[in-house]
T-cell receptor, first 118, second 113 residues
Framework: GAVVSQHPSWVICKSGTSVKIECRSL??????MFWYRQFPKQSLMLMAT?????????EQGVEKDKFLINHASLTLSTLTVTSAHPEDSSFYIC??????????????FGEGSRLTVL | GDSVTQMEGPVTLSEEAFLTINCTYT??????LFWYVQYPGEGLQLLLK?????DKGSNKGFEATYRKETTSFHLEKGSVQVSDSAVYFC????????????FGTGTRLQVFP
């Protein structure tokens, strides 16, 4: 199956700094990628939909100025957590879509990135 | 809005036992339903799906039937193996069948020899 890779797998940063997480589709072109946040023992919460070449669509309640998403190419989307604070500590996951009508909902997920803000 | 409810885990079983993980959903329209599995240290991966009522998705010995009358999509396997130990997520597509999935909270399965 298709492969999606996230980097870094884990990162620790100081409060007030910015952190960038990359999500790459390694063997297919992904017109659409999704970013999620997962809290312990909770579901994946969709943060935003990232479309190549256009602005991301954020879910209600997600601060677009804090969580900057860029999808500059068909194989790379980035999530930048700006001015991170301890409450931003979480597990961030990306996924990519085939974008094909017959494969709706069949997503390929990265391994996740654990962010710890001190 | 649309939502997915899964049974809480962990589910602990001995090898070769029968597995059921319950999943119910609330949705307008006719969503597609999915089970994703996350093995330790790996990303979620699609296990099976069903796109309409009474469809049965199956893969690797796992099955789930899309029951519209009970709004359920329970995951079953007749004989689990230690290698099936993982977290299982039930999910549905949005009401207009988009790639935006709504996930349940996940159920951890632990299988012991």
């Amino acid at each position: 199956g298709a492969v999606v890779s996230q980097h870094p797998s884990w990162v620790i940063c100081k409060s007030g700094t910015s952190v960038k997480i990359e999500c790459r589709s390694l063997d297919f072109q992904a017109t659409t990628m999704f970013w999620y946040r997962q809290f312990p023992k909770q579901s994946l919460m969709l943060m935003a939909t990232s479309n190549e070449g256009s602005k991301a669509t954020y879910e209600q309640g997600v601060e677009k100025d804090k969580f900057l998403i860029n999808h500059a190419s068909l194989t790379l989307s980035t999530l930048t957590v700006t001015s991170a604070h301890p409450e931003d500590s979480s597990f961030y996951i990306c996924s990519a879509s085939w974008g094909l009508a017959g494969r709706i909902g069949e997503l390929f997920f990265g391994e996740g990135s654990r962010l710890t803000v001190l | 809005g649309d939502s997915v409810t899964q049974m809480e885990g962990p589910v602990t079983l001995s090898e070769e036992a029968f597995l059921t993980i319950n999943c119910t959903y609330t949705a307008t329209g006719y969503p597609s339903l999915f089970w994703y599995v996350q093995y330790p240290g790996e990303g979620l991966q699609l296990l099976l799906k069903a796109t309409k009522a009474d469809d049965k998705g199956s893969n690797k010995g796992f099955e789930a039937t899309y029951r519209k009358e009970t709004t359920s999509f329970h995951l079953e396997k007749g004989s689990v193996q230690v290698s099936d130990s993982a977290v299982y997520f039930c999910a549905l597509s949005g009401s207009y069948n988009t790639d935006k999935l709504i996930f349940g909270t996940g159920t951890r399965l632990q299988v012991f020899p």
